[in-house]
């Protein structure tokens, strides 16, 4: 059951639609634009009420999950005693070397701010001791890796078309479908893509938006290249071993230079 239009609002759709279609293939449904308006603890079971396109809108379920998203958990800490601030959802308000409102305080992690990922946390905590060290460090990462672990999986980093469009920002997408990928097609692993997001005018990247098998273990390279300022050619260039999924980031690459031998996509 999802509120929305459409399943993980936020990411890219071209990302989400192999998994939505893979997902109903294993459920009795998806229902979306709508919410779970009751749900009663009927003994052997649980009546859900539903509001939304959805009928009956009265159904009973074995078990029900709620997933309903995350908030800091800044209270009872005793935070009013010191001069710790809070934005208005709860988060610990930090600098770049994750110091607070009160000298004596740091805070990483959840209740330092989005994303809440634990990647994100590791690497706040090396940045607040670097700094309690003395050494002239902040934490203002270009791109932090995100990931859906299911199946397939969905991993993005840095700027999104989403994104981009929401800001009115002029950008380009880079696709590689994985249909032309040989090792894909040797796995039985077709419904993926790989997708660069890239400045029109200089050509470096801006972002990266992947979905298939192990989509997780193919962004890092990504982060890297993101983080370093790469451009097209600068990927295009990199050498990538052959047959693996990984190559793909190379590949689609080469899409927007005309470069592209695996698939026919003529120089914009």
Known sequence: VEMTDG???GVDRDLVRPLHKALEKQFAAIHLNTKVASLKDLGESIEAVFDGPVQPKT???GRVLVAVGRRPNSSNLGLENTRVSLDAKGFVQVDAQRRTTDPHILAIGDVAGEPMLAHKATH???????ALAG?????R???IPAVVFTDPEIAWAGLTESQAKQQGRKIESAVFPWGASGRAQAAGRTEGLTKWIFDP???????CGIVGAGAGELIAEAVL???LGCHLRDLAETIHPHPTLSE?????AEVPLGMATDIFRPKR
């Open 248 to 252: 793909s980031l190379g590949i689609a």
């Open 135 to 139: 050494h002239p460090v902040e934490f």
């Open 201 to 207: 005018q200089s050509q470096r990247v801006l972002g």
């Open 7 to 9: 399943l993980l609002p």
């Open 124 to 130: 706040e905590g090396k940045a607040a001791v670097e």
């Open 59 to 61: 159904q009973r379920f």
């Open 225 to 227: 290249a993101i983080e």
């Open 141 to 143: 990462p270009r791109a």
